[in-house]
Structure formats: C-alpha cells, structure tokens
C-alpha cells in the first residue's frame, strides 16, 4: 500500500465520504417522505380566515389522448374560490376544442380561455400563459402544466401549506398508474432518483423547485417584476425559487406529489425529456456536471468498492454488490412511500425498470453534456451558463434531437367556429362566475370565452 501516490489516498478518502454522505441523502429522504408525504393536514378554514381565491394558469400546447380527463379534474376540484386560466398559443391548436367543450360542460366553474400569448421573453410557456396572469384576480396564482391530474383535494393541500412565512408550495413530481414499461420506468425515476434529491434537498431548504405544479403569492411575482420577468430563462422554476427565497420567503413541498398523467408515454419521449432536464441543470448549477455522475448508483459504488479496497483492504467485489443491493432496497421502501399504496406493477417489473434506470442514467447525462442545444415541443434553444436561454432558428435543429415526438395539434379537431373566432383578432372578455360551484345563469358558448391577443 505504502508505494502508491499520496493523492490516490487523498481521492479514495474523498470518495468514501462522498458514498457516506450520499447514504445520509438516502436516510433523510426515506425519513423526511415518510413524515410528509401524504399527510393530511388538520388546519382547517375558519370564518375569521377563509380559505383565499386561487387563479390556476393552465398552459396548453397540443392534445394528448389523457388531456380532457386531466383537465376535467380541475373542474371538479372541492375548493370554494378558484378560477381557470386556460392559455393556448397557436389559435389552430385542438386543445382550445377540448377546452371550449370543457367551458360548456361546466357552466357554473369560472374559466376562461385566452389564445395567443404573448411575447414577454424566450421562454414559451412563460409567453402563453403571460395573457392568464395579467388577468388573474385572485391573491394566489397557480401554475400547472397540461399533463397534470388533480385529487379533489390537491389544491386545498397545496393551500393549507401556504403559511404567513411562505410564497412558493410546490408539489413534487410523480406519476399516475399507468399501463407499460415506459410508465413504469417513469415511476421509477421519479419515485427512486428524483423523489431521493427532491425530498432530502426541500428538507435541507435547497432550491430543487420544479414548476409542473407550484402555488405562489401573486403581489410576491409582481414584486419581483411578474412572470415577464422570467421568460428570459427556460427553468423559469428554478429561478422563481431562487428570487423568492433571496427575497426572505419560504418555500416548501406540499403533501401530495404532482401526478403526472399524459397520455403519451413512451421511453424515447421520457428519456429525451430527462435530457432537456439535465442540460437545464448543468447550465444553472454547473456543480451538477460532478454531482449528479458521481451520485449513480453504478459509478458511485464502483468508485467506492475501489476507496474501500485501497483504504481497508476490503474486498471491492463484495462491497460493490452489497452496495447495489443496499441501494436497491432503499429506492424500493422510498418508491413505497411515496406511492403510498399497491404498486401498479410486478416486483420483477421493478427490478427490470430500475436496473434500467440505473444503466441509462450516467449515458443520459453524458448525452446531455455532448449536446447543449435544448429541443423542447416545436423550439430549439441554446443556454448561456448561468441559465439565459436564446432560440436557435428553425432549420438548426440537430438530428440527435429528433427522438423527441412534440405533441402536434390534431387540424381536422378544429371547426369552422373556432377557427372563426380565433382569426378574429379581437379580445371579447367571458363572464365570470365568483367560484367554483356559485354561479348564476346560463353563460354565453364557449367560442364567445375566447380572448384572442
Ligand atoms: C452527497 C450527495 C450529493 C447529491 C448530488 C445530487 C445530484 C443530483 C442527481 C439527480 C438529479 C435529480 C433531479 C432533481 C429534479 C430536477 C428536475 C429538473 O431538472 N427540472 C427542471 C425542468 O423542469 C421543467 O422546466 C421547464 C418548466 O417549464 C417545466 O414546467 C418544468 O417542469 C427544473 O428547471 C429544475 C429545477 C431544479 C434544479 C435543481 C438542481 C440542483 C440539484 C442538486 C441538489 C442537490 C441536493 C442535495 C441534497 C443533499
Ligand atoms: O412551447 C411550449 C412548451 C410547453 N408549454 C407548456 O409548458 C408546460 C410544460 O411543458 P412540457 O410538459 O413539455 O415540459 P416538461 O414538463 O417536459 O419540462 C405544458 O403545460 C405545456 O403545454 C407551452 O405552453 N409552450
């Protein structure tokens, strides 16, 4: 041992407590999901404090084969005062059908749709939903992205975790049960990887803010400089975190975990979303590029069966196996509670899906590091370190890029109406009704609700 070079012991020290602190990130996620996770919570609304009026933005691209049934959760939602804020950009796009249909089907919830976006920066979700926002009336916005289904009681969760000293609740990402082996390996990455780093870093108050499903304090964004002022970033969560805790508010995950429910799920579309993600990290937090590598299970044990054979004389063989099988069971009890009943799959399907995750994991991220250019639905995009995002034209999409399949709108949905309504470049206002559940007579058709901007 003693004629190796001094600095092999100093990286085998370095990586045995790496390995040490990453089973601590193990333990309080297992802890931390368990006392949170689903919990319900016992402060109920009183007279004296009334639960508050939430506007919901709903950014809408394209139609998926779960889309009307996600969406139809937000409009059987037991919450006394919300209002929905649809926003689609493109005026062809078939959801506003679906969205107009929806609008009929329930007269009595307050929504409305609002076609067109805006131009407020580069980010494309920011400038569709940037419409909904200026017109949000209530004290607190909700943003949800289009793949998200609602529990009746999702929304009074997220509300009830909102204390004085909060801005941002955030739900953490996860999934519905869903058919196939691409469901499956999304439940595994977001209940094993994904929920480890999302629960251990909101219990150590770092920003891991994912904005599928988040609920803020308007006057906190307009304070900030409003939506607009994050468009010039693709992770606009990440940044609306960072600005709303550098301005001494809290935030925290809610109880329930974000379900996740589009009708599209295949593995190339899911493993390229995981790429877009990962480039999006490394440009924000440039620490990722050793962190996240270094965090597998695969590399990260290999590493440290070698430490531990250098330092111990352990037999890296054994140690490397009882590592991963250590790891294994771990991601299994978190995958547990945080799914918090059965599992919509086999055990077999479980160690299929996670040996998978575990293989494809270090090759997604060196992908994403191979090619920063950024494809997300129908844009392409380059970032600048730090997280400014700048659109690249058309024509300079990269062919590595093209296993992802953008939800493109169905034509032949559309009808002459709505075509119609939308090529009319006028803005009609819908009537409003005060709450979910409390209108009054019948409203005008739905293709009198769109605003067109
Ligand atoms: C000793 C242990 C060290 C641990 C090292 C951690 C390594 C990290 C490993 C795995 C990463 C897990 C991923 C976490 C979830 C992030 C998901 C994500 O990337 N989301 C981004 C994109 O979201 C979409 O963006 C567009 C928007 O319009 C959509 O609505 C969004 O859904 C999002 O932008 C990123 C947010 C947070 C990034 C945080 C990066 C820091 C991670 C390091 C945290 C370390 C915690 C250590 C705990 C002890
Ligand atoms: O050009 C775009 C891309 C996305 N979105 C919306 O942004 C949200 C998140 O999009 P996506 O699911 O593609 O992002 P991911 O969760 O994969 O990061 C969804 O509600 C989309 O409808 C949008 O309005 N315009």
């Known amino acids: 041992m003693s004629h190796l070079p001094l600095p092999l012991y100093g990286f085998a020290a370095f990586f045995m407590i790496f390995w040490f602190g990453t089973w601590c990130v193990h333990l309080i996620a297992i802890c931390y999901g368990k006392y949170k996770l689903h919990k319900k919570s016992c402060k109920l609304p009183t007279e004296s404090s009334p639960l508050p009026g939430v506007s919901i933005l709903k950014p809408l691209m394209g139609v998926d084969p779960n889309l009307q049934h996600n969406l139809e959760t937000f409009f059987t939602m037991d919450y006394p005062l919300y209002e929905l804020l649809f926003c689609v950009e493109d005026k062809h796009d078939p959801a506003i059908k679906l969205v107009e249909q929806l609008l009929d089907?329930?007269?009595?919830?307050?929504?409305?749709?609002?076609?067109?976006?805006?131009?407020?920066?580069?980010?494309?979700?920011?400038?569709?939903?940037?419409?909904?926002?200026?017109?949000?009336?209530?004290?607190?916005?909700?943003?949800?992205?289009?793949?998200?289904?609602?529990k009746n009681d999702t929304l009074l969760d997220m509300v009830q975790n909102m204390s004085e000293q909060h801005a941002l609740v955030h739900q953490m990402p996860f999934t519905c049960d869903r058919d196939g082996f691409a469901a499956t390996f999304e439940k595994v990455f977001f209940g094993t990887v994904q929920s480890r780093i999302y629960l251990s870093a909101d219990a150590l108050g770092i920003n891991c803010h994912t904005g599928m499903s988040c609920l803020l304090r308007k006057a906190v964004i307009d304070q900030l400089g409003g939506l607009r002022a994050f468009g010039c970033y693709l992770a606009e969560d990440f940044f609306i975190a960072k600005r709303v805790t550098e301005l001494g508010w809290k935030m925290r995950i809610s109880n329930q975990p974000a379900l996740q429910n589009s009708g599209l799920c295949d593995i190339g579309s899911f493993q390229a979303r995981l790429i877009r993600w990962a480039k999006l990290r490394v440009a924000m937090v440039p620490t990722t590029i050793l962190l996240e590598p270094l965090s597998e299970c695969l590399v990260l044990g290999a590493l440290a069966a070698c430490s531990a054979s250098l330092l111990f004389a352990w037999d890296p063989l054994v140690f490397y196996l009882v590592h991963i099988l250590c790891w294994f069971l771990s991601d299994w009890l978190l995958l547990s509670i945080v799914q918090h009943g059965s599992m919509p799959f086999h055990k077999f399907e479980f160690v299929i899906g996670w040996f998978f995750r575990e293989l494809s994991g270090p090759y997604l991220f060196?992908?994403?590091?191979?090619?920063?250019?950024?494809?997300?639905?129908?844009?392409?995009?380059?970032?600048h370190w730090g997280g400014v995002a700048y659109e690249l034209p058309l024509n300079n999409t990269p062919a590595s890029e093209s296993l992802i399949a953008p939800l493109q709108p169905a034509p032949t949905l559309l009808t002459a109406t709505t075509a119609a309504a939308a090529a009319a470049t006028t803005t009609t206002t819908t009537t409003s009704t005060t709450g979910a559940g409390a209108g009054t007579g019948p409203l005008p058709t739905a293709k009198h609700r769109l605003l067109v901007s």
């Not at 060196?366 to 970032?383: E, G, M, Q, S, Y």
């Open 105 to 150: 089907k329930y007269p009595l919830i307050d929504a409305q749709l609002f076609v067109g976006g805006s131009d407020v920066g580069v980010n494309p979700k920011i400038n569709n939903i940037h419409p909904g926002y200026m017109a949000a009336k209530y004290d607190f916005l909700m943003i949800s992205d289009s793949g998200i289904k609602m």
């Open 366 to 383: 060196l992908h994403a590091l191979w090619n920063p250019a950024i494809r997300w639905r129908t844009r392409t995009f380059k970032l």
